[in-house]
């Protein structure tokens, strides 16, 4: 061992010796493609050394060396080349694409695969499409990029509003259909910041998500943040800045065209007292609405030597929205340190965190606020444009001659206070260790934890909401904490022509949510906020809650490679969770996948056209882990009762023991061809797939009451959904000559949706309109059916008076200028049973179109995104025709008079009371230039003068055109509906329009700068 | 060596994790392990209790739907639900039933979780069962009622433990329902409390007052005078006696302080969540009262002769109904209620037991009143030994029993202080069932009581005939002496079947 060290010393005199004696100096260079296309951030390393740097944007490098190094240089894609470096001063190095994209590696769920080799259906999004544009989650820069996959934000523009995945439709009914994040192997991680992330790779069949198992159901997303490369220091600064406006208006009546459509309604409805008109004529639209703007700025620092490599990053993001008062700010960090500690052991560590804090604005409401109206938008639409914002008292107006009585939009905008913060913390480690040559260890252990606090104030400057009371303010804090712990043997081994790789492993995660409320009434200043509550007059019950769950598993998948022509992919994984029923505590979810590589079979091996070809077809089963923690265990309720006279709580048997409950299984089926034409420019891939989710949850009546439970419903595993559809890729190189380039990505995908089977196949019902409409139903769920068509009365036109047109009623007491409806069942009068289906939100098909294109130092993004084919049911039309409203000039000038009869739009003041028809209903398709930007990266030369390595300047617009029939605000809609928050998506309560808050136009200016 | 070390390391990572999946909620009302002391069976009795007082028990749906039933109070609405339990044309959806049906069996199974919870609660008898007492009364209070009303009941005594087998069983005759009553207040009597803090709370006399009634509905006379005298005999130790006023028992704010309650209903003086709470005293009111923050709904309403046939001299009449009434202001008597200009406004006095006084606590219509409605009271107890004596041929106890009852109806009281009066006399020959039925309907009149007399003694071709109260009720037929269950639940248990002529 001495003897050992000893001439270690020696050796690293004697090398540092040789180091002095030679003499170094500057190489340079240029490293391009085939194509003589320069690439940019080529790693050159000095092997055996920390030595390196990576090529600037013109592609050039330039390094100390001395003759007789070895330089690695090394691109994604691409072929590493080693080259000794003689006597020369430049080295121009052509890198060969590697079978060019084809030999992209790709994340699997516990390891990777080379793209090539993928047997399941997988999307890629890579990080430059991820940063086309900024966008304050990630999850929205997915949207039409990646076939099959549906991004939305949950309420339009509005900033830190919860962003909406689903990955090939609706897969439940009353379970959560968003997809499973993991970032970096963490399981249901938070989605890091967008320029922190190398790809993104979405799982979609069955074979590539079945190793997630009883989560796997919704589709996968795995994250891949940035980690650092061994050579020199790489400081990179992005900073954007955005202006953002309102896409849209409505085009409402002014205050006089007011007093005269009031007027007109009297007149109908026989009232000769004319409306009593106010002094103002206020745009309240105009009053609510700003110019946002949006700032991002990010700096990273990566780099390492040959053992250690890092990452680390800190990121600003701030929103002022279009909504007066709304806004999201952002702070994240993230590190990435891997370190190859010796030649059999790794380590890493992964740390990420986060405050967010949001100002917002109620823009939805679900309508229960039956006093005040907190929704900004809809106010906006629907108050009187008569009304100042302040009466002669200084008091905010209220809405108190018609319509419901609500506190003016400007004042709820302006003075209530909505704070909600939110901090993220995640710390994930690793460490892998080669055991034999093919045989290594993972064990990763992560924590993370979610901290969200939310305060809400009313003051009493709020007229009807808060002024009774003295002001109202609460406060809820949750806690989320997960735990998790994977553990994971990888083998490889070559057999003949086949190569074996072996996966098997045991997990471990609990996650543990609390949560805590409070609330008062009457504060002796508005100044307090929500911030002292212990001086409230009236105190409201303070809630807390806890609910923990466990889920551990264990997972194989086998992959195997004969030939490289044929493979097979077999996964299995077998849940255990604490949240499952008693009798149903583990589930088994297998998957097989195969593929043939056509293309290296002998007679198309040489095929000059084709260069690649592949077959894939998988079947497996995953779940959707859609019950909650103690939802299967029996339970009490508890009810206010008396006992001597004091109210005391009393418990009464709530639901019984559902031991029998199972997750929501989808059998799910993939066949897929990628084609590869003439050395990969071309590229297609298509996918069709299958899937049928069984045992859907749902709540059944069927328990007979003299089981004596409060909650009459039981649930049982008894729905059953089919969605099937196509997903086509194409990614076309169209020109490659000399310094211009021109790509093209496309993608389409058509998914078609259908309930299978429901409790006794009975229709079922719901409400999406705000509660105050008094509807009980505005969708159907019908076997044979998509999910959540729009359930009404067909319109049919304007009664003319007289006889009534064949088959049509009016509602009861119609006269001339009244709606017509279908008498469904010819009973001579509109009822109930002439509901009917009048629509389907559901589209056809969405897309992408992207088109690069880069000529020298300048490129170009053009990227459009659009859905074909889905209903919109307008409720926000419902409610600003229904006449205790502002209303659009829209319908003011076409609503039937007996001098305009010629017209679709029934007169004012009909008696139609808020029917949900099909005179509501509109094609909500829409083509939308979801992005364009031009970047232009500054000359080498100049660049370097300022001792620089890159600067990188682009502007960008977003939203800018949208093609599109609908008459509304925005075709990409998403009010949540009477039982709904802005927090959860429901599967149900589709293509409803009211008070969204609208998308926006952005004009955005960016810098890159790399030192 | 080297390795050996981070092996162990790894090691130490991957341990984390093995559990056994079982599911331990905190915070959560869960029966596992709910039931460690007697305040814990006192949280499900009172959860019982409260079932009672629900709209959809007493607070409306079930009071009135007996109401209706009687021929002392009539229809004053067009309701089908309401015209279906009036005019006997019941169907198996009828809207009450399908409301009392399910809450009364939320009763028992709070009262079913309260025995079965009181097992794993690991105190003395002596200190336990006394609490465990009051379950086992209020189930046989629930269980009373539903056999007066559908005979024979899915009959359950334990929480549901297996529901696909719950789910499939058979009716229980409604003999066999009496003697788990029976056994149910035989063992309440056993271990009840010679007096509680409140009325509301059962104590021996209630449970020994309720076997009373039950055995002289099921004509178990001896039995039942035997029951009836024990509390006649101790009611200074159950401190109980007839109240002097007979208004005090029907005034919210005196109610508490009177010795003739022996079980009443403990009404919540808030308008609780789901319906927990009265709305009697709107549904008997009268339309434009000036009282009661918009007066009454005006749905039950006795018919004129009610009014007519009832001996002026009575105080109990004067207590029991309203003559006369501010409407808009404008003092009316009943010939004029219709002033109030609402299509169902009747010119008869009004039920006047619910909306006098009904407390401080009562919100609009007189609803969500305090006044804790007594289920039975002293006054009956002496009415049940009266009316067994005679079955029995002891005259000289039934006519005791049944004068002082009218004696307390002679004696005028409080209410536009009126004088003793002569008017009704003393019963002095021998007194006959029909004499203890009559005055049975004058003294516990609108309390829910005469449905079920008319149902034990059979007497419904009389008091529906054209000569009733009521005139005809031509749809009448013996059938009506039970109610449908609800249809639904026959559905949802194929096994259940449907009482005769529904």
Same mark, same amino acid.
């Given at each position: 061992?001495?003897?050992?060290?000893?001439?270690?010393?020696?050796?690293?005199?004697?090398?540092?010796?040789?180091?002095?004696?030679q003499?170094?100096r500057?190489?340079?260079?240029?490293?391009? !493609? $085939?194509?003589d296309?320069?690439?940019?951030?080529?790693?050159?390393l000095?092997?055996?050394?920390?030595?390196?740097?990576?090529?600037?944007?013109?592609?050039?490098y330039?390094?100390?060396?001395?003759t007789?190094?070895?330089?690695?240089f090394?691109?994604?894609?691409?072929?590493?080349?080693?080259i000794?470096v003689?006597?020369q001063?430049?080295?121009n190095?052509?890198?060969?694409?590697? $079978?060019?994209?084809?030999e992209?590696?790709?994340?699997v769920?516990?390891g990777?695969?080379?793209? #090539?080799d993928?047997?399941?259906?997988?999307s890629?999004?890579?990080?430059?499409?991820l940063?086309?544009?900024?966008?304050?989650?990630?999850?929205? %820069?997915?949207?039409?990029?990646a076939?099959?996959?549906?991004v939305q934000?949950?309420?339009?523009?509005?900033?830190?509003?919860p962003?909406?995945?689903?990955?090939?439709?609706?897969?439940?009914?009353?379970?959560?259909?968003?997809?499973?994040?993991?970032?970096?192997?963490?399981v249901?991680?938070?989605?890091?910041?967008?320029?922190d992330i190398?790809s993104?790779?979405?799982?979609?069949?069955? #074979?590539?998500?079945?190793? @997630?198992?009883?989560?796997?159901?919704n589709?996968?997303?795995?994250?891949?943040?940035?980690?650092?490369?061994?050579?020199?220091?790489?400081?990179?600064?992005n #900073?954007t800045?955005a202006?953002?406006?309102t896409?849209?208006e409505?085009?409402?009546l002014?205050a006089?065209?007011f007093?005269?459509y009031?007027n007109?309604?009297?007149?109908n409805?026989?009232?000769?007292?004319?409306?009593?008109?106010?002094p103002?004529?206020?745009?309240?639209q105009?009053?609510?609405y700003?110019?946002?703007?949006?700032?991002?700025?990010q700096?990273?620092?990566s780099g390492g030597s040959?053992?250690?490599?890092?990452?680390?990053?800190?990121?600003?993001?701030?929103?002022?929205?279009?909504?007066?008062?709304s806004g999201?700010?952002?702070?994240?960090?993230?590190?990435?340190?891997?370190?190859?500690v010796?030649?059999? /052991?790794?380590?890493?560590?992964?740390l990420?965190?986060s405050?967010?804090?949001?100002?917002?604005?109620?823009?939805q409401s679900?309508?229960s606020?039956?006093v005040?109206?907190?929704?900004v938008?809809?106010?906006?639409?629907?108050?009187?444009?008569?009304?100042?914002?302040q009466d002669?008292?200084?008091n905010?107006?209220?809405?108190?001659?018609?319509?419901?009585?609500?506190d003016?939009? /400007?004042a709820?905008?302006?003075?209530?206070v909505?704070e909600?913060?939110?901090?993220?913390?995640?710390?994930n480690?690793? %460490?892998n260790?080669?055991?034999?040559?093919?045989?290594?260890?993972?064990t990763?252990?992560?924590?993370?934890?979610?901290?969200?606090?939310?305060?809400?104030?009313q003051?009493?400057?709020?007229?009807?909401? %808060?002024?009774a009371?003295?002001?109202r $303010?609460?406060?809820?804090?949750?806690?989320?904490?997960?735990?998790?712990?994977?553990?994971?043997?990888?083998y490889?081994?070559? *057999?003949?022509?086949?190569?074996?790789?072996?996966?098997g492993?045991?997990?471990?995660?609990?996650?543990?949510n609390?949560?805590?409320?409070?609330a008062?009434?009457g504060f002796l200043s508005?100044?307090?906020?929500?911030?002292?509550l212990s001086?409230?007059?009236g105190?409201?019950?303070?809630?807390s809650?806890?609910?923990?769950?466990?889920?551990q598993?264990?997972?194989?998948r086998?992959?195997?490679d004969?030939d490289?022509?044929?493979l097979?992919?077999?996964?299995v994984?077998?849940?255990?969770?604490?949240?499952?029923?008693?009798?149903?505590?583990?589930?088994?979810?297998?998957?097989a996948?195969?593929?043939?590589?056509?293309?290296?079979?002998?007679?198309?091996?040489?095929?000059?056209?084709?260069?690649s070809?592949?077959?894939r077809?998988?079947?497996?089963?995953?779940?959707?882990?859609?019950?909650?923690? @103690?939802?299967s265990?029996?339970?009490?309720?508890?009810?206010?009762a008396s006992?001597?006279?004091?109210t005391v709580?009393?418990?009464?048997?709530?639901?019984?023991?559902?031991?029998?409950?199972?997750?929501?299984?989808s059998?799910?089926?993939?066949i897929g061809?990628?084609l590869?034409?003439?050395?990969?420019?071309?590229?297609?891939?298509?996918?069709?797939?299958n899937?049928?989710?069984?045992?859907?949850i749902l709540?059944?009546?069927?328990?007979?009451? @003299?089981?004596?439970?409060?909650n009459?419903?039981?649930?049982?595993?008894?729905g059953?959904?089919?969605?099937r559809?196509?997903?086509?890729?194409?990614n076309?190189?169209?020109?490659?000559?000399?310094?211009?380039?021109?790509?093209t990505?496309?993608?389409?995908?058509?998914?078609?949706?259908e309930?299978?089977?429901l409790?006794?196949?009975a229709?079922?019902?719901?409400?999406?309109?705000?509660?105050?409409?008094s509807?009980?139903?505005?969708?159907?769920?019908?076997?044979?059916?998509?999910?959540g068509?729009?359930?009404?009365?067909e @319109?049919?036109g304007?009664?003319?008076?007289?006889?009534l047109?064949?088959g049509t009623?009016t509602?009861?007491?119609?006269?001339?200028?009244?709606?017509?409806f279908?008498?469904?069942?010819?009973?001579?009068?509109?009822?109930?049973?002439d509901r009917?289906?009048?629509?389907?939100?559901?589209?056809?098909?969405?897309?992408?179109?992207t088109?690069?294109f880069?000529?020298?130092?300048?490129?170009?993004?053009?990227f459009?995104?659009?859905?074909?084919?889905?209903?919109? &049911?307008?409720?926000?039309?419902?409610?600003?025709?229904?006449?205790?409203?502002?209303t659009?000039?829209?319908?003011?000038?076409?609503?039937?008079?007996?001098?305009?009869?010629?017209?679709?739009?029934?007169r004012?003041g009909?008696?139609?009371?808020?029917?949900?028809?099909s005179?509501?209903?509109?094609?909500?398709?829409y083509i939308?230039?979801?992005n364009?930007?031009?970047?232009?990266n500054?000359p080498?030369?100049?660049?370097?003068?300022?001792g620089i390595?890159?600067i990188?300047?682009?502007?960008?617009a977003?939203?800018?055109?949208?093609?599109?029939?609908?008459s509304?605000?925005?075709?990409?809609v998403?009010?949540?509906?009477?039982?709904g928050?802005?927090n959860t #998506?429901?599967?149900t309560?589709?293509?409803?329009?009211?008070?969204?808050?609208?998308?926006?136009?952005?004009?955005?200016?960016?810098?890159?700068?790399?030192? | 060596?080297?390795?050996?070390?981070?092996?162990?390391?790894?090691?130490?990572?991957?341990m984390v994790?093995?559990?056994?999946?079982?599911?331990?909620?905190?915070?959560?009302?869960?029966? !596992?392990?709910? /039931?460690?002391?007697?305040?814990?069976?006192?949280?499900a009795?009172?959860g019982?209790f409260?079932?009672?007082i629900?709209?959809?028990f007493?607070?409306?749906?079930?009071?009135?739907?007996?109401?209706?039933r009687?021929?002392?109070?009539?229809?004053?609405?067009?309701?089908t639900?309401?015209?279906?339990?009036?005019?006997?044309?019941?169907?198996?959806?009828?809207?009450?039933?399908?409301?009392?049906?399910?809450?009364?069996?939320?009763?028992?199974?709070?009262?079913?979780?309260?025995?079965?919870?009181a097992?794993?609660?690991?105190?003395?008898?002596?200190?336990?069962?006394?609490?465990t007492a009051?379950?086992?009364?209020i189930?046989?209070?629930?269980y009373?009622?539903?056999?007066?009303?559908?005979?024979?009941?899915?009959?359950?005594?334990?929480?549901?433990?297996?529901?696909?087998?719950?789910?499939?069983?058979?009716?229980?005759?409604?003999?066999?329902?009496?003697?788990?009553?029976?056994s149910?207040?035989?063992?309440?009597?056993?271990?009840?409390p010679?007096?509680?803090?409140?009325?509301?709370?059962?104590?021996?006399?209630?449970?020994?007052?309720?076997?009373a009634?039950?055995?002289?509905?099921?004509?178990?006379?001896?039995q039942?005078?035997?029951?009836?005298k024990?509390?006649?005999?101790?009611?200074?130790?159950?401190?109980l006696?007839l109240?002097p006023?007979?208004q005090v028992?029907?005034?919210?704010?005196?109610?508490?302080?009177?010795?003739?309650?022996?079980?009443?209903? !403990?009404?919540?003086?808030v308008?609780?969540?789901n319906?927990?709470?009265?709305?009697?005293a709107?549904?008997?009111?009268?339309?434009g009262?000036d009282?009661?923050?918009?007066?009454?709904?005006?749905?039950?309403?006795p018919?004129l002769?009610?009014?007519?046939t009832w001996?002026?001299?009575?105080?109990?009449?004067?207590?029991s109904?309203?003559?006369?009434v501010?409407?808009?202001?404008?003092?009316?008597?009943?010939?004029?209620?219709?002033?109030?200009?609402?299509?169902?406004?009747?010119?008869n006095?009004?039920?006047?037991?619910?909306?006098?006084?009904p407390?401080?606590?009562?919100?609009?219509?007189?609803?969500?009143t305090s006044?804790?409605?007594?289920?039975i009271?002293?006054?009956?107890?002496l009415l049940?030994?009266?009316?067994?004596?005679?079955?029995?041929?002891?005259? %000289?106890?039934?006519?005791?029993? *049944?004068?002082?009852?009218? $004696?307390?109806?002679?004696?005028?009281?409080?209410?536009?202080?009126t004088?003793?009066?002569?008017?009704?006399?003393?019963?002095t020959?021998?007194?006959?069932?029909?004499?203890?039925?009559?005055?049975?309907?004058?003294e516990?009149? &609108?309390?829910?009581?005469?449905?079920y007399d008319?149902?034990?003694?059979?007497?419904?071709?009389?008091?529906?005939?054209?000569?009733?109260?009521e005139?005809?009720?031509?749809?009448?037929?013996?059938?009506?002496?039970?109610?449908?269950?609800?249809?639904?639940?026959?559905?949802r248990n194929p096994?259940?079947?449907q009482?005769p002529?529904?």
């Open positions: 061992m001495i003897l050992r060290t000893k001439l270690m010393l020696v050796g690293l005199l004697f090398l540092n010796i040789s180091l002095f004696a003499d170094t500057v190489l340079t260079g240029t490293v391009s !493609d $085939a194509d296309f320069t690439l940019i951030g080529v790693n050159i000095v092997t055996g050394t920390s030595r390196g740097t990576s090529t600037d944007f013109d592609g050039n330039e390094l100390e060396v001395s007789g190094d070895v330089l690695q090394s691109y994604t894609g691409y072929v590493s080349q080693t000794t003689g006597n001063t430049e080295l190095v052509t890198l060969a694409g590697d $079978a060019a994209v084809l992209e590696v790709v994340v769920g516990y990777s695969r080379k793209k #090539s993928i047997t399941g259906a997988v890629s999004v890579k990080s430059e499409e940063n086309a544009f900024p966008v304050l989650d990630a999850a929205q %820069a997915l949207q039409g990029r076939a099959g996959v549906v934000s949950n309420n339009g523009g509005e900033p830190g509003a962003i909406n995945i689903k990955i090939r439709g609706n897969t439940s009914i009353s379970a959560n259909s968003s997809p499973l994040i993991v970032v970096d192997g963490f249901g991680a938070t989605m890091p910041q967008a320029n190398a993104m790779e979405v799982l979609k069949d069955a #074979s590539a998500t079945a190793i @997630y198992g009883s989560r796997g159901s589709g996968v997303i795995l994250v891949t943040t940035k980690k650092g490369k061994s050579g020199r220091l790489s400081i990179e600064l #900073s800045y202006t953002q406006n896409a849209n409505l085009d409402l002014n006089d065209e007093a005269d009031q007109q309604i009297r007149a409805n026989g009232i000769s007292t004319p409306y009593p008109q106010g103002a004529d206020t745009d309240w105009d009053l609510i700003q110019s946002g703007n949006t700032q991002n700025h700096l990273s620092l040959d053992k250690v490599n890092f990452y680390a990053s800190g990121n600003f993001f701030d929103q002022q929205g279009i909504v007066v008062n999201f700010e952002r702070a994240t960090f993230l590190s990435n340190i891997d370190a190859q010796n030649d059999k /052991f790794k380590l890493g560590l992964n990420f965190g405050r967010g804090t949001k100002d917002g604005v109620t823009t679900d309508g606020v039956t005040g109206g907190d929704d938008i809809s106010l906006a639409m629907r108050f009187a444009p008569d009304k100042p914002v002669e008292d200084g905010f107006t209220t809405n108190d001659v018609i319509g419901d009585e609500v003016n939009p /400007f709820v905008a302006t003075q209530r909505d909600t913060v939110t901090d993220n913390f995640r710390a480690v690793y %460490a260790y080669d055991i034999l040559k093919n045989l290594s260890f993972k990763t252990f992560g924590l993370s934890s979610e901290n969200v606090s939310r305060g809400v104030y003051p009493s400057s709020l007229q009807i909401t %808060a002024s009371v003295g002001g $303010a609460s406060v809820v804090n949750t806690k989320r904490t997960s735990v998790l712990s994977e553990n994971y043997l990888t490889t081994k070559e *057999i003949g022509k086949g190569a074996l790789t072996l996966l492993g045991y997990s471990y995660q609990k996650n543990k609390e949560a805590f409320a409070a008062g009434t508005d100044a307090f906020s929500y911030y002292a001086t409230a007059t105190l409201l019950q303070p809630a809650s806890l609910s923990e769950t466990e889920i598993s264990q997972f194989g086998l992959n195997y004969y490289n022509r044929y097979v992919t077999a996964t994984r077998r849940d255990g969770a604490s949240n499952f029923a008693a009798n149903n505590k583990y589930a088994v979810f297998p998957s996948a195969l593929g043939w590589k056509i293309s290296n079979e002998d007679f198309l091996i040489d095929n000059e056209t084709i260069s070809l592949k077959l077809v998988s079947y497996g089963v995953t779940g959707n882990p859609s019950i909650s923690p @103690y939802q265990l029996a339970r009490f309720a508890s009810l206010y006992r001597n006279g004091q709580f009393a418990i009464t048997p709530d639901q019984p023991a559902n031991p029998d409950l199972k997750w929501e299984s059998y799910q089926t993939n061809v990628d590869g034409l003439i050395d990969n420019r071309v590229n297609l891939s298509v996918d069709y797939y899937i049928d989710t069984k045992d859907l709540g059944n009546n069927g328990i007979p009451e @003299y089981f004596g439970f409060q009459d419903e039981i649930l049982t595993n008894l059953e959904i089919n969605n559809g196509f997903e086509i890729s194409l076309t190189k169209n020109i490659v000559k000399g310094d211009f380039r021109w790509s990505d496309f993608n389409l995908s058509a998914n078609k949706n309930v299978a089977a409790i006794n196949d229709d079922l019902f719901g409400n999406a309109a705000p509660s105050y409409f509807h009980d139903r505005s969708y159907v769920l019908r076997v044979g059916e998509e999910v068509l729009f359930w009404g009365y @319109y049919s304007v009664y003319q008076g007289g006889d047109p064949a009623q509602l009861t007491g119609g006269v001339a200028g009244d709606p017509l279908v008498d469904t069942d010819g009973n001579g009068e509109i009822t109930e049973a009917t289906i009048i629509g389907n939100p559901n589209p056809d098909f969405t897309f992408g179109f088109n690069n880069t000529y020298k130092n300048f490129d170009l993004n053009i459009f995104q659009g859905a074909q084919g889905g209903d919109i &049911f307008n409720m926000t039309n419902v409610q600003l025709n229904n006449g205790d409203a502002n659009t000039r829209d319908y003011f000038n076409n609503a039937w008079t007996p001098t305009n009869t010629d017209t679709d739009q029934p004012v009909n008696n139609s009371n808020r029917e949900i028809s005179r509501f209903v509109e094609d909500g398709s939308r230039l979801k364009i930007a031009l970047g232009y500054l080498t030369a100049t660049v370097e003068k300022l390595g890159g990188r300047l682009s502007v960008s977003q939203n800018l055109l949208t093609i599109t029939d609908y509304g605000l925005d075709p990409e998403n009010y949540f509906g009477a039982s928050d802005n #998506s429901s599967n309560v589709q293509g409803f329009d009211f008070g969204n808050y609208p998308t926006v136009k952005s004009f955005n200016f960016s810098l890159n700068v790399q030192f | 060596m080297q390795n050996l070390k981070y092996l162990i390391l790894l090691v130490g990572f991957a994790g093995c559990s056994d999946l079982v599911e331990e909620p905190v915070g959560l009302l869960a029966p !596992d392990g709910f /039931f460690k002391s007697t305040d814990d069976i006192q949280t009795v009172d019982s409260t079932h009672a629900n709209e959809k007493w607070g409306r749906k079930l009071s009135i739907a007996l109401m209706l009687s021929d002392m109070v009539d229809l004053a609405s067009n309701e639900r309401r015209v279906e339990n009036n005019e006997f044309t019941t169907l198996a959806s009828n809207g009450m039933i399908s409301e009392f049906w399910p809450k009364t069996y939320q009763g028992i199974a709070a009262a079913n979780q309260a025995i079965a919870g097992e794993n609660v690991d105190v003395a008898e002596e200190l336990k069962n006394p609490v009051q379950a086992y009364f189930r046989a209070f629930y009373f009622h539903l056999v007066r009303l559908f005979g024979d009941v899915p009959y359950i005594d334990a929480p549901i433990a297996d529901a696909a087998a719950a789910a499939s069983i058979s009716k229980t005759p409604a003999a066999e329902v009496y003697q788990n009553i029976i149910d207040l035989e063992y309440a009597k056993t271990w009840l010679n007096t509680q803090s409140s009325r509301a709370i059962p104590a021996k006399s209630a449970a020994s007052s309720y076997l009634l039950v055995h002289l509905t099921m004509g178990n006379y001896d039942a005078f035997a029951e009836a024990e509390v006649i005999d101790n009611a200074a130790t159950y401190d006696a109240e006023d007979f028992l029907f005034d919210a704010n005196q109610i508490d302080g009177s010795k003739e309650p022996i079980f009443a209903l !403990d009404y919540n003086n308008e609780a969540p319906n927990a709470y009265d709305q009697i709107p549904m008997t009111g009268i339309r009262d009282r009661n923050s918009g007066g009454g709904w005006s749905v039950a309403v018919t002769e009610v009014y007519t001996p002026a001299g009575d105080y109990r009449r004067a207590v109904l309203d003559e006369e501010s409407i808009g202001g404008t003092q009316v008597s009943f010939t004029n209620f219709d002033i109030s200009g609402h299509q169902f406004a009747k010119n006095p009004y039920i006047a037991k619910y909306t006098r006084f407390g401080p606590f009562a919100r609009g219509n007189a609803r969500a006044h804790n409605y007594s289920m009271r002293y006054a009956e107890v049940i030994a009266a009316e067994a004596a005679v079955e029995l041929n002891d005259n %000289a106890s039934a006519t005791n029993y *049944i004068n002082q009852v009218r $004696a307390r109806a002679r004696s005028g009281g409080s209410w536009n202080d004088e003793p009066s002569a008017v009704p006399a003393d019963i020959g021998t007194v006959t069932v029909d004499d203890v039925l009559e005055e049975r309907r004058y516990l009149a &609108f309390e829910c009581k005469r449905w008319i149902v034990r003694r059979r007497i419904g071709d009389e008091v529906f005939s054209a000569s009733g109260l005139g005809e009720k031509e749809f009448f037929t013996a059938d009506d002496y039970l109610l449908p269950l609800p249809a639904d639940e026959l559905e096994n259940l079947t009482n002529g529904y």
